[in-house]
């Protein structure tokens, strides 16, 4: 099994416990499904925040929308861990690329404080005329992954974890 599917699978349990080990509401119904709500409305908001500061390819706009510990596991590659890092990564990608994403939800689950998405995604990436990969063609991809979103003490939900799995295979 791919490890970024075992990766799936474990965030997957973690959530489901964590949501298990939570007592229920003990308040009346009516009041008990407006917080749930308004969780399920700010963990789709910070999805679309997320997927417009990509498109931005501005790297500020980007880095407010995910945590200080954020890992990403982009396809073929080590971890990327912390938002310096991940934030060091993005400048050059965004430096050698105008990237462009259509991320698709395919399941949206929030538990608490957490959520995860299964989305699916197709990706253009157009060499900068003035970039490291000018001269490049246009590379577009589609695949599959997973985020998931922390809301913070702030009540603001942010991307603690992406990880993409591309349809194409390694070049060897």
Known sequence: MPASLRWF????ALLGAT???QPPAAAPAQTATAPAA???AGA????????????????????????EDVV???PNSR???GKAAVGAWVKDYIGAYRTEWVKTSKEFVVRGDL?????????????????????????????????????????VWHVARDVWATDHAAKP
């Open 9 to 12: 699978f474990v965030a997957t």
């Open 19 to 21: 949501a298990c080990a």
């Open 38 to 40: 308004d969780d399920e």
């Open 44 to 67: 789709h908001k910070a999805h679309e925040a997320y997927v417009h500061a990509i498109n931005s390819n501005q790297l500020d706009a980007f880095l407010a929308t995910v945590t």
């Open 72 to 74: 990403f596991l982009p």
């Open 79 to 81: 971890p990327i861990q």
């Open 115 to 155: 959520a995860y998405e299964w989305y699916a995604y197709t990706s253009t990436d157009t060499p900068r005329p003035d970039g490291p990969a000018k001269g490049t063609p246009v590379v577009t991809d589609t695949g599959n992954g997973v985020n998931i979103y922390r809301r913070g003490a702030d009540g």
